[in-house]
């Protein structure tokens, strides 16, 4: 009997950000990712620190899957050398297909878009839709003012203290790598 191969689902930001160590922490996440046999699941751009986590995993024999929607294929250089590349209609898609393609979510540093993948999934476990972990990779404290806000949420009133359980929050891509292993285990 076969074991089925863990897929991670990666949420990053397409620019490369102000710092050289968020770079170095996505490339060092690819390649963990791919040390550890896992499945790389992500938006399939193949520009900031999306292409770096692909190509880095890529580069150490890594299995990837990327899934874009059709308007973002110019903007985000879509990454056809995937060994899985799906298209989609909508944002909304893509982060379903990629969710549901994936056994743990970690997020690196972003912007907006990387937000928006997150509270989906922090939302949905929330609701008890899923029970799959939620990593922040911390890099640099980016993560920090993040935090900050979900303890004000919470401080105020409009969610219960059990939301902060449903995040793990690591420092550096030897914690991430730790913390995956025991989730996906």
Not at 21 to 29: C, D, H, I, N
Not at 105 to 134: A, C, M
Not at 161 to 168: P, Q, R, T
Request: hydrophobic share 45%; with cysteine; charged share 20%.
């Amino acid at each position: 009997m076969t074991v089925a191969q863990k897929s991670v689902c990666v949420y990053c930001g397409s620019r490369n950000g102000t710092r050289p160590a968020y770079a170095e922490a996505a490339s060092a996440t690819g390649k963990m990712i791919a040390d550890n046999d896992w499945r790389l699941v992500y938006g399939a751009g193949d520009v900031g620190l999306m292409g770096r986590v692909a190509a880095a995993a890529q580069s150490a024999n890594g299995k990837t899957f990327g899934v874009i929607p059709t308007h973002l294929l110019k903007w985000e250089v879509g990454k056809r050398d995937l060994d899985s590349f799906i298209i989609t209609e909508t944002m909304h898609e893509r982060k379903k297909v990629m969710f549901m393609n994936s056994d743990a979510v970690v997020v690196l540093p972003g912007g907006g878009g990387s937000l928006d993948e997150f509270f989906e999934v922090l939302t949905w476990r929330q609701l008890g839709l899923h029970e799959k972990p939620i990593l922040l990779l911390d890099t640099d404290g980016y993560w920090q003012p993040l935090h900050a806000l979900l303890d004000h949420i919470v401080s105020e009133g409009f969610a219960d203290a059990s939301l902060l359980g449903y995040i793990s929050t690591v420092p550096d891509v030897a914690a991430l790598e730790t913390t995956l292993r025991d989730a996906l285990s």
